[in-house]
């Protein structure tokens, strides 16, 4: 099978189970967006695909080979990591020659129009970097490098407004030319929404949503209305939330509502998917 | 463009292309701009897109030309103009009626400031 493909895994940090036998797949060609609250396990699932961490149990395959210590599975993934690689004097520039060196597939003259278009001075040192131009340099290797499976552990860390809305269009420009399969975890929801075509919700190590992203958000509705309307409504209906407001009352649902079958007195609207999110990741 | 949470992307994206054939912006046999322009543009996935412009596919308001890309079909803009007459009552009478009643404003008297904003 073409995609990565994760079955039973398992991981330990002393007592504490931060993967509880999470199964999951990542085919070929889709935008993931891998969503959790802090802590939830997104990082832990990412390292181990790439080998930084080994996992107590379980299997990781990457085209159907295992992809624990197998150089050629490994050559195929590379993960943008919330941290540096790269030794800590080391100039960018010198960083983008180096990782030429290790990966056949990367595209010099694009990593160079990239760092451009984003102002990265090529001549700084990564350790003297920002937050945000360190997010940045990340990227923009994550981008060059041409492998199968991008991995983005929060890409846009540290990012302002402009820079963000210029690493979403540069992806799908690099998408809609040669696609690959790209994985992003994150915490700003409504901004990659639109972008992800899959979402894989992570809660406390295990994976409660894995659906394309526009079937979630069809099933996801509000209904509004006086307590006592919308109280004989939701009778018997599995709820996500509730919200009130004195006598005025809000149930948030998964279910497809035909909203010409709604009592008077009843509105309905729609969810977006960081409203979906927190209520299936609240406590 | 933002994008509202009451209708999928797709039918969002098609409709902006209605509204750019309606406006002129793209005269009858003329180009689109392509799926991976409309992902980058709008920010969203590409299969997103491509799903937005086979709704006008389908409704025979743009064709492709192999190799070149979506064209504007003749008499597109016509065919959107009678759609959403059609679709009038439903996505915007409508409405107005269920608010006008919790107001309670009688059929008169929203008749009269239609007529009053016709007439500036």
Redesign the interface.
């Known amino acids: 099978m073409k995609g990565i493909e994760i079955r039973n895994l398992v991981k330990f940090y002393g007592d504490v189970q931060a993967l509880k036998s999470v199964s999951v797949s990542f085919s070929e060609n889709k935008i993931y967006g891998l969503l959790g609250r802090n802590g939830a396990g997104k990082t832990t699932l990412l390292n181990s695909i790439t080998g930084r961490i080994f996992p107590d149990s379980g299997k990781i395959l990457i085209d159907g080979e295992p992809a624990i210590e197998n150089d050629n599975a490994q050559s195929k993934v590379f993960m943008m990591g919330e941290k540096n690689f790269y030794p800590d004097g080391m100039k960018v520039k010198d960083a983008i020659k180096w990782t030429e060196e290790f990966y056949p597939g990367f595209d010099r003259g694009y990593c160079i129009d990239l760092a451009e278009k984003f102002g990265l001075n090529q001549n700084k040192k990564i350790k003297n970097l920002s937050t945000g131009y360190g997010s940045i340099f990340r990227l923009i290797l994550t981008l060059s490098v041409n492998a199968h499976f991008l991995l983005f552990d929060e890409p846009v860390l540290g990012l302002d407004a402009n820079h963000r809305d210029m690493f979403y269009r540069s992806l799908l420009e690099k998408y809609s030319e040669q696609p690959f399969t790209a994985v992003i975890s994150t915490h700003l929801i409504e901004e990659v929404a639109a972008v992800i075509e899959e979402v894989v919700i992570i809660k406390k190590g295990e994976i409660i949503r894995n659906q394309a992203t526009e079937d979630l958000l069809t099933k996801g509705c509000s209904l509004s209305g006086s307590a006592a309307a919308i109280d004989s409504f939701i009778a018997g209906k599995t709820l996500l939330g509730v919200d009130s407001l004195g006598g005025f009352k809000t149930a948030y649902l998964l279910e497809e509502i035909d909203p010409t079958n709604l009592p008077s007195g009843i509105e309905m609207g729609k969810m977006d998917l960081q409203k979906l999110f927190i209520y299936l990741t609240n406590e | 463009m933002d994008?509202q949470?009451?209708k999928?992307?797709?039918v969002q994206i098609a409709e902006y292309v209605e509204d750019g054939i309606l406006s002129g912006a793209y005269p009858e046999d003329s180009q689109i701009p392509s799926?991976?322009e409309i992902?980058?543009w709008?920010?969203?996935?590409?299969?997103?897109a491509l799903k937005g412009i086979n709704i006008l596919v389908d409704e025979g308001v743009i064709y492709k030309k192999r190799g070149l890309g979506m064209f504007v079909n003749i008499g597109a803009a016509e065919s959107i103009r009678s759609k959403r007459r059609r679709q009038f009552y439903e996505n915007y009478i409508n409405k107005v009626i269920i608010e006008a009643k919790k107001l309670g404003l009688s059929s008169e008297e929203v008749t009269s400031m239609i007529e009053r904003g016709y007439g500036r």
């Open positions: 994008f949470e009451e999928p992307i797709f799926t991976t992902s980058v709008h920010k969203i996935n590409p299969a997103t």
